[in-house]
């Protein structure tokens, strides 16, 4: 229940945002959201099932096209945003049985090299998906603001029902699954879990929210080429902020999404051309100082107050 | 009495090695047989082979008018067979009740994660761990892991339990109350197979005992014939340990 | 029994976490002595070996090798204080050479010469290896597996060898020409520490003896005089004799 | 006979690609770590060679040297300081630490040399090589030459020296190797060495068929990526022919489907390979 009550305070907080914020706020916001549902469906394969997915880039930018694409084909913008979700759960459903009986780190490559491929694919098929020189999507008739405003109320819906998932997720037979294949797949295995079918269902969960994501981003910005929606940083961040809020909980994603976001825009204001080095040092001091998390560290600090349910 | 378990010319090779190498035998329903032999002779390739973690290069393996030979662990774990391991495998991070609670869940005797916790509590109280319920499995003393191995299997409510070595690591007291759990298991109809290097422990509980060398099977029958057999004791002292000691017979 | 022993074990304790697997070892083994140590299934044979070869820091007591205390010593420090380790399994570099495989026993000597006169010396007491030496370890018999590890720990050119499980999983005809080979390694000065399954074959061997149960010492004296004591059948099948018929 | 030479081409390009792979392969077999730095490492590499030519006038063949030095020294800092601490943690936190540092090394490239694309004119070419109806460019093939020498030379150097014969005794069994004294630490740092030495030589010497841009690190990657699961973990036979093997695909699948879908039918390659061995074509099976 409390878990609940927290999202709900949460929602309501952040959903008030556009009274009080300038549009630059709502970008920074429409951004949290967006990197939060990224975080969040990455946890369920990666946080959850303990499985170094890298697929993330690849749902995103699925989604960003299979909307593009639905949009520039007459579908209006909503139905083709499902329509990107739907895509790229059963894309995931498809790539999990294949990849999913990989362990380690041919599960990361492959997962990798999915993200690579699915570009590659993209590029070559210019009168499909207009190819290296990207494609425009439909305008919306708005004003500036009111356009922010819309792309910041629709990403947070997406990110609170990403989280009510999670909640949910953690609570029941599913969520219990994954965490005992994350901790010890043959004794999973064991008693009686079928690895293979929660793993899928697991990576399938982390696909679903971010082609939906894609898909709403690539309308926000109107414009998507292969290098801008299937960047690796797409796969790479998600993973960074979750070590960041902490693995398998169930806000930290979303907490360590803010956190990344701050600290990316510091350094995007000061250190423009080495922002991708300062998210490099953020990586490694990270790893190497605090691989359970800031959160962790809190919790450390303060034993009584432990987050979780 | 029905046989609960059948092994039919089972062998399983790993490259050159022949670790298990046709092994038939029957397990009868609410039998406890022990399972012995020396180090490296194949005792835990068989558990795993009837569990489905290795598949069979050859022969069958039935349970309960199954055929399990080629079946996913998973499976197998929902027809009532459990096992626990060697070294203990606990899911480290989450909770004693927790750990439990998963052994009832996916066997399908609970319906969700909280009637599944309620029957976890159950059989805590039934291993003595219902002090620990709320601990995390990894800061468990090596013999209450052991009992929560135990726990855990029991969560699947089995019909055929396989202990490997829970009692190894132990001392006295602790072996004492062990056994004494697995008895009481006994008592509820559950065929047991226990894989157990301590001899006494192994001839106290056992219906029968089946003795594995070289992963062959060569020697079955109740304990005492068993223990006097000569392929025996050459198996554990040697060849020439036993010639010297004709006080063995056969 | 020498004054000072080359090698001298007191009171160690030792164990993985919280498990304890030796409670109270001590022993010693004299300049050129042939001990062995036996002891069932789970005695702590095994542990007491990855203490003598700086795998496991023991949780107390000492190793002492020449009068030096070994203390967080590395498995490269009881390499060059003159204790080689043949393991259990025996460990070969399966994919490599069997020449590589005895070049890699020597990895710490610097003198070339007598490196190459060592290895001489392996392949003239194992025929089967100078004859095999291009072909990977991983092709011979367990016998010859068994030959090629003990080879390479001569390598080390030590002043004491443990073996540890000399003759498992292996005919009888192969640890008689293992035993045979042993007495001459022995016989050239180089002390031999051996943890066997096989009891007799292990005292038939051996100058001197231990036996281990449960973590401790409970045996120990010449090698001929405990064939026939009641605590070696207690510590292998866990039954006195008396029990047993 | 077009295909010959479409073969020839696929040679040329495979046994450069052999060079890329080999000590991404050596790394990830010996520590079990994936080094994401090595594409980096490449183009370092190739900028080494670069600006020893453009202001020193040294030929980029012997900058094979220079380049290699450099990148030895880094690779040991790097893995020594930073990987060492955390080599046996899970693939998690080692395959996200090195691709922190990737994006650090591979941001400082960009602000140090730009993203433009640059390329060496050698002032005085080889000319091109005729063999029957093959035609090959000089240069391309010295290049090949010298990238499956080192390619070879790596391989005695495991084979035949101490420290190699320790490099390959931790790969099989790590505590066999400690026991035989081997420092597993120092061995660890020797091997990303080397690794690095090989991706700087590699750079060194795509600087005269590729151009330079730090743009190319992770297309370099990709290919070290795919040799190693063609060719098997660690294995240097292993990844020479996985090398030839993606060079002489590529080669054919421009000629068939135009040269834009290269990339994408290796990697879709790779993955029907990960499915059905993932082990590699050569690779030991069981053996991760």
Not at chain 1, 224 to 252: C, E, H
């Amino acid at each position: 229940m409390r878990s609940w009550l927290a999202l709900a305070v949460i929602a309501a907080l952040v959903a008030a945002l556009p009274l009080a914020g300038n549009n630059y706020a709502l970008r920074l916001a429409t951004t949290v959201c967006m990197y939060s549902v990224m975080a969040q469906s990455w946890n369920f394969i990666g946080g959850f099932a303990g499985y170094p997915s890298f697929a993330t880039a690849a749902f995103f930018g699925l989604g960003a096209y299979a909307s593009a694409i639905l949009q520039n084909h007459g579908v209006p913008m909503v139905p083709a945003w499902a329509g990107a979700g739907l895509a790229a759960l059963l894309f995931a459903a498809f790539l999990g049985g294949a990849i999913l009986h990989l362990r380690g780190h041919y599960f990361a490559i492959a997962s990798l090299i999915v993200v690579e491929m699915l570009r590659e694919i993209v590029n070559t098929l210019p009168d499909f998906t207009g190819g290296g020189k990207g494609v425009n999507l439909p305008l919306l008739k708005l004003s500036v603001t009111g356009q922010a405003q819309f792309f910041f109320y629709a990403m947070l819906a997406l990110a609170v029902l990403t989280v009510a998932t999670t909640i949910v997720i953690h609570r029941s037979k599913l969520g219990f699954g994954l965490r005992c294949i994350q901790q010890n797949e043959s004794a999973a295995d064991i008693i009686g879990i079928n690895t293979y079918a929660y793993k899928t269902a697991g990576f399938s969960l982390s696909a679903v929210f971010v082609g939906v994501a894609g898909a709403i981003y690539a309308s926000w910005v109107n414009y998507i080429d292969p290098p801008d929606v299937f960047d690796v940083l797409i796969s790479v961040k998600p993973m960074v902020m979750v070590l960041l809020g902490g693995l398998g909980t169930i806000f930290g994603p979303s907490i360590g999404a803010v956190i990344l976001l701050l600290l990316e825009e510091a350094v995007w204001r000061n250190f423009l051309t080495i922002h991708v080095a300062a998210l490099g040092a953020i990586i490694v001091v990270l790893v190497l100082f605090l691989p359970n998390g800031l959160l962790a560290l809190i919790r450390e600090r303060s034993p009584t107050k432990a987050m979780a349910k | 009495m029905t046989a609960l378990l059948t092994l039919d010319g089972v062998s399983r090779r790993f490259g050159g090695l022949k670790a298990v190498d046709d092994v038939s035998f029957d397990v009868n329903e609410s039998e406890i047989v022990g399972l012995i032999g020396p180090n490296g002779s194949g005792k835990t390739t068989l558990i795993n082979l009837i569990t489905g973690v290795h598949p069979a290069t050859a022969g069958h393996v039935h349970f309960d008018g199954h055929d399990i030979t080629r079946q996913r662990p998973y499976r197998i774990a929902r027809l009532g067979l459990a096992r626990t391991f060697q070294i203990v495998q606990p899911f480290p991070r989450m909770t004693v009740v927790e750990n439990v609670a998963a052994g009832a869940l996916f066997c399908g005797h609970a319906s969700d994660v909280r009637e599944a916790q309620a029957i976890a509590r159950e059989h805590l109280e039934f291993t003595g761990l219902a002090d620990m319920a709320d601990r995390p499995a990894a800061t468990l003393t090596l013999a209450r892991r052991k009992r929560l191995e135990l726990a855990k299997s029991l969560a699947m409510r089995p019909r055929l339990l396989m202990l490997d070595e829970v009692n190894a690591g132990l001392n006295p007291t602790e072996i004492e109350e062990a056994v004494a759990i697995i008895r009481k298991i006994a008592e509820q109809g559950v065929t047991i197979i226990v894989i157990e290097h301590l001899m006494k422990v192994v001839l106290s509980i056992s219906h029968r005992l089946v003795v594995l060398h070289h992963g062959q099977l060569i020697a079955q029958g109740t304990p005492r014939k068993v223990v006097a057999d000569k392929r025996v004791i050459e198996a554990y002292l040697g060849a020439k340990y036993a010639a010297g000691n004709p006080g063995v017979s056969n | 029994m020498s004054t000072t022993p080359t090698l001298s074990v007191m009171s160690l304790q030792a164990g993985y976490g919280e498990v304890r697997v030796l409670w109270d070892v001590s022993l010693e083994v004299a300049a050129g002595e042939l001990v062995c140590i036996i002891g069932s299934n789970g005695a702590g044979k095994t542990t007491l070996m990855r203490c003598l070869s700086g795998l496991l820091q023991p949780s107390a007591g000492s190793i002492v090798i020449d009068g030096r205390p070994m203390a967080q010593a590395t498995p490269a420090d009881f390499v060059r204080a003159g204790l080689a380790h043949v393991p259990e399994g025996r460990r070969l570099f399966s994919a490599m050479s069997i020449r590589d495989n005895l070049l890699m026993g020597a990895y710490l000597r610097t003198d070339k010469v007598g490196i190459v006169a060592d290895l001489e010396r392996i392949y003239a007491m194992f025929p089967i290896l100078a004859e095999r030496q291009r072909q990977d370890a991983g092709t011979l018999s367990g016998g010859e597996q068994q030959m090629c590890a003990i080879g390479r720990g001569l390598m080390a050119a030590p002043r004491v060898l443990l073996i540890d499980e000399l003759s498992l999983g292996l005919a009888p005809r192969a640890v008689e020409l293992l035993s045979e080979t042993l007495r001459k390694v022995n016989a050239t000065g180089v002390a031999i520490l051996l943890v066997e399954q096989d009891v007799m074959n292990a005292l038939e061997l051996a100058n001197r003896a231990y036996v281990i149960d449960h973590g401790r010492v409970t045996k120990s004296g010449p090698a001929m005089g405990l064939a026939s004591d009641p605590a070696i059948c207690e510590a292998y099948m866990g039954l006195s004799k008396a029990e047993l018929q | 006979m077009i295909y010959l030479q479409i073969a020839a081409n696929g040679l040329v390009l495979g046994g450069l690609y052999a060079c890329i792979a080999v000590g991404f392969s050596l790394v990830w077999g010996v520590l079990n770590v994936i080094n994401i730095l090595h594409g980096s490492f490449i183009v370092l590499g190739s900028y080494v060679a670069y600006f020893a030519y453009v202001h020193l006038g040294i030929h980029p063949f012997i900058s094979i040297v220079i380049a290699g030095g450099v990148l030895y020294a880094l690779g040991y800092v790097v893995q020594a300081g930073i990987i060492n601490r955390v080599v046996s943690a899970p693939v998690l936190i080692t395959l996200t630490l090195t691709f922190g540092l990737d994006l650090i090394l591979n941001n400082t490239m960009l602000v140090a040399f730009t993203a433009d694309y640059r390329g060496i004119t050698l002032a005085h070419p080889l000319g091109s090589l005729e063999i029957g109806p093959v035609f090959l460019p000089g240069d391309r093939v010295a290049a090949m030459a010298l990238a499956i020498l080192l390619t070879i030379l790596l391989y005695r150097l495991l084979r035949d020296s101490t420290i190699g014969r320790a490099i390959i005794a931790v790969r099989m069994d790590r505590e066999a190797a400690a026991l035989m004294g081997v420092d597993v630490k120092r061995i660890n740092a020797i091997t990303f060495a080397i690794g690095a030495f090989m991706a700087g030589a590699a750079g060194a010497l795509l600087s005269i068929i590729f151009p330079i841009s730090p743009l190319n690190g992770p297309v370099f990657l990709g290919k070290a990526f795919v040799v190693c699961v063609l060719g098997g973990l660690g294995s240097v036979p292993g990844a020479l022919a996985g090398g030839l093997l993606l060079g002489v695909i590529e080669s054919f699948t421009s000629y068939w489907l135009g040269p834009e879908r290269a990339v994408t039918v290796s990697f879709a390659l790779l993955l029907v390979l990960l499915f059905v061995r993932p082990s590699g074509l050569m690779g030991r099976r069981g053996y991760e």
